[in-house]
């Protein structure tokens, strides 16, 4: 549905005898979360230098300006479609020791691409690029939006408690040929079960897609014609904006009478692999949690 996800699509394609109890959630390591025209940013050294990036559960690859790459002084290679060949102006680079606050992260490979014309016509933020979900793997992440903390634990090894109502992660495909990406159980739409992606990068509150308007009891609000711009979105899209009585989350209520959005013509769709996808508006009044290593998600 994102900007990146549609812009690097092209490249991705017994019985038990006793249960173990799950332990405590671990220890995390912090870092200040800054907001990048609406989208949680993430001050970066990488390779001594700083960048800025934004945290991304909507690609599993980490990526970089063109520029910021060159300057930081990674060593850059091609990147090889399904025949084999270089795909043009697609290369990726590794960089180690990536440190955002405390954390520590071994280390991470970007893709790299010049996005400064998407930049300069605003369609993607300015910053130097993204951190995505695929850096996280076994960890618990922790995305406080109203602290402004950002949290993330040493790599899992065992299973770590559910503290209360927790969805179920998926990472599926965004659509047949898309990356995967972060979806999970859990959300409610006026009270009706819906499974979305958690969309770091999408800054409205829930799209519903046109293949879940009527499983959830939508159609007379998928008929407004009043749209909204959504400048990070497929390059800049307009959706459709009605309102929904309640978005929830388990048990819990997160707002009412709150925007709720469907696809415009230029959307791209997931072929009705999920119903919808969440975004900062909704998310950004909480704590959000994603545990990569048990694929558990919650918010507090």
């Known amino acids: 549905m994102r900007f990146l996800a549609s812009f690097f699509a092209c490249i991705l394609f017994g019985t038990a005898v006793s249960v173990a109890q799950p332990a405590a959630l671990p220890s995390p390591a912090h870092a200040t979360l800054s907001m990048c025209d609406g989208l949680p940013c993430l001050d970066t050294q990488v390779e001594g230098k700083h960048v800025r990036l934004a945290f991304d559960t ?108 927790c969805g179920d992660i998926a990472l599926i495909t965004f659509g047949h040929r898309g990356p995967p990406i972060v979806t999970t159980t859990g959300f409610t739409v006026n009270g009706k079960p819906a499974v979305v992606q958690v969309d770091t990068m999408f800054t409205g509150t829930l799209l519903v897609f046109p293949t879940s308007v009527e499983k959830l009891g939508l159609t007379t609000e998928a008929q407004s014609k009043d749209t909204q711009y959504f400048a990070f979105t497929d390059g800049g899209v307009d959706m459709f904006r009605a309102e929904a009585k309640e978005q929830g989350f388990g048990p819990k209520t997160l707002t009412t009478k709150a925007p709720l959005y469907f696809a415009g013509p230029k959307v791209h769709l997931p072929d009705g692999l999920f119903d919808g996808t969440v975004g900062a508006d909704l998310l950004g009044s909480h704590k959000v949690t994603f545990d990569f290593h048990d694929n558990k998600f919650w918010l507090d």
């Open 58 to 165: 909507g690609n599993p690859n980490s990526a970089l300006n063109l520029k910021a790459a060159e300057a930081l002084g990674l060593k850059l290679e091609a990147v090889n479609g399904a025949d084999g060949k270089p795909i043009a102006g697609f290369q990726k680079g590794t960089a180690t020791n990536v440190t955002v606050g405390d954390i520590v992260l071994p280390k991470v490979t970007f893709l790299v691409v010049d996005l400064s014309s998407s930049i300069g016509a605003k369609t993607f933020p300015d910053i130097d690029g993204t951190l995505a979900y695929g850096a996280f793997k076994d960890r618990i992440v922790q995305v406080d939006y109203p602290a402004s903390v950002f949290s993330v634990s040493e790599p899992l090894t065992a299973a770590a408690a559910c503290p209360g109502f």
